[in-house]
């Protein structure tokens, strides 16, 4: 079979000949009970780079003395670009949420052979899932793999954020010490309203690590959780997503995109949340409104935005959130640590095997199959497609 596998770009200065750490800290479970990936071999090391050209997912040498053929490429943007030219006989695609590449209807109608598309990593809407239900297309992630990763980032950037350590940090490097400039718009997270839209892994990790901190912490969900959980955590479900915007300092968002969420916070909802308040999203660009996000950090409706995910990917240039006011963006790499691609390629490892044995897929892992939503697809996503809008991405040439 032939593997199309669609990774970012290697390091400009080449790849790491040494790694700041010799070992990664054993996981053995998720806090849910499931198991790391656990697939038959690995050919790498744990905590290389393994998400980018060179790094292969680690899985040439796997799929080659297996008979099958590795075509590895970071040209997946506009016309003519390789990976569509490669995608025309494939069998699989591998792609990874950081550095999508957008599987459209009409990509898929070019490939006759294709049967599955792997995500390294959690969240497949940069795959036209109706589509891929259509064509019987099975869509399968990584559960799981790098959902602590996110949440830690979430962390980070609430904090960072509140505290205003990006401005800190740029006075030290102009080589200033101007102590009032670096304060001014910095502030204690204690005893603020931080809320969530949803609380699956992601979400209900962010507030357990953000607990500490002494905050209120409220949360939004289709899925209520158990009574147990609200009690240990102290927290406020809310009915809407409205109604917890109102009431919070800070809101995450945490939710899968599909049609229902796209867009969600435009500018009514941004003017139906408190002033000042702050938002981070390591969940999709497309749920909020680019230019409705840039307008109210401009207005002082927000006062700040750190976001991880963008629409399109890669950004282009003169793309608003790259120059609007009090933003802690990143170029989407909350889940690709060293630590989770390690789990991401074991995770894709192990779902070839898998493919390959003719054995079952963790339901765990599943988006669609059979040409219907299953696992974790018919727990996160809804039928129609949140990728009308990849064409734009698809045709993107970046400079």
């Known amino acids: 079979m032939k593997i199309l596998c669609v990774l970012y770009d290697d390091p400009k200065t080449g790849m790491p000949k040494s790694y700041a750490l010799d070992k990664l800290p054993k996981i053995d479970k998720y806090p849910d009970g499931m198991t790391l990936p656990s697939p038959k071999g690995r050919d790498f090391n744990e905590g290389e780079l393994l998400g980018c050209v060179s790094g292969e997912l680690g899985l040439r040498k796997f799929l080659e003395s ?30 990874q949420p950081f550095f999508p590449y957008y599987l459209t209807r009409e990509k898929m109608e070019t490939a006759p052979n294709l049967k599955m598309a792997i995500t390294a990593g959690i969240g497949s809407d940069h795959v036209d899932l109706q589509a891929a239900m259509d064509r019987k297309v099975d869509v399968v992630e990584v559960t799981y793999c790098n959902s602590r990763s996110v949440a830690e980032h979430i962390v980070m950037m609430i904090v960072s954020m509140v505290r205003d350590y990006h401005t800190q940090y740029a006075i030290v490097n102009n080589g200033g010490w101007d102590i009032a400039d670096a304060v001014q718009r910095s502030y204690d997270v204690e005893g603020m309203h931080i809320g969530t839209v949803a609380a699956g892994r992601i979400g209900l990790d962010a507030l357990r690590k953000m607990k500490p901190f002494d905050v209120h912490l409220h949360y939004f969900d289709r899925h209520r959780l158990p009574d147990t959980v609200e009690k240990e955590l102290n927290l406020t479900f809310h009915e809407s997503v409205e109604s917890m915007v109102e009431v919070c300092d800070v809101v995450t968002i945490n939710c899968p995109l599909h049609p229902e969420t796209e867009h969600l916070f435009d500018e009514k909802m941004i ?46 240039n003169d793309h608003p959130w790259r120059t609007m006011p009090h933003h802690g963006m990143t170029p989407h790499t909350s889940g690709t640590s060293l630590s989770a691609q390690t789990r991401y390629a074991d995770g894709v490892r192990e779902i070839l095997e898998c493919f390959f044995d003719k054995k079952e897929i963790r339901n765990q892992y599943l988006i669609v199959q059979n040409g219907e939503l299953a696992g974790m697809g018919a727990h996160s996503y809804s039928k129609g497609t949140a990728t009308d809008g990849s064409e734009e991405a698809a045709k993107y040439k970046k400079k």
Request: glycine content about 10%; proline content about 4%; some cysteine.
């Open 66 to 95: 297996n008979g099958h053929q590795l075509v590895v490429t970071s040209d997946k943007d506009g016309d003519g670009c390789r990976a569509d030219k490669e995608l025309v006989d494939s069998d699989i695609v591998i792609s």
């Open 271 to 316: 003017n139906k949340m408190k002033k000042g308040a702050y938002i981070v999203n390591t969940a999709r660009g497309k749920i909020c409104d680019k230019d409705a996000i840039a307008a109210a950090l401009k207005s002082g409706q927000l006062s700040g935005y750190a976001g991880d995910v963008w629409f399109p990917q890669p950004a282009p």
